[in-house]
């Protein structure tokens, strides 16, 4: 599995509304969704839910499974991330040397 962390789709987003000149308050307005939610999905605090994709899909023009295929590669990644860095960061307890007083 590929340890390459993909960007959180609310970064995508994100420069989607910088280059458009769009406020994320205006596209929940005219995708007919939560503003609070954007938000969130931009500062990478909420993930993209299939629903929101398919709003963002049709809003921007892209494929129906754009926004959701961001989502899982970021997620894939991320759990390859972390699993091999926390093999590397876990210490097997039985290779720890006995403390002096008891050998």
């Given amino acids: 599995m590929s340890q390459t ?16 000149r769009i406020p994320f308050f205006e596209l929940a307005d005219r995708i007919d969704y939560d503003e609070n939610i954007i938000k969130d999905v931009i500062d990478g605090k ?6 929101l994709s398919i709003k963002l899909a049709k809003f921007f023009k892209d494929p129906i499974d754009y926004w959701l295929k961001l989502q899982i590669n970021y997620e894939l990644g991320l759990v390859s991330f972390e699993s091999s860095y926390a093999k590397k960061l876990i210490p097997d307890p039985m290779s720890f040397p006995l403390p002096d007083r008891f050998g």
């Fill in 46 to 51: 909420l993930p993209i839910s299939p629903r």
């Fill in 5 to 20: 962390i993909h960007p959180h789709p609310g970064g995508i987003l994100k420069s989607k509304l910088r280059d458009q």
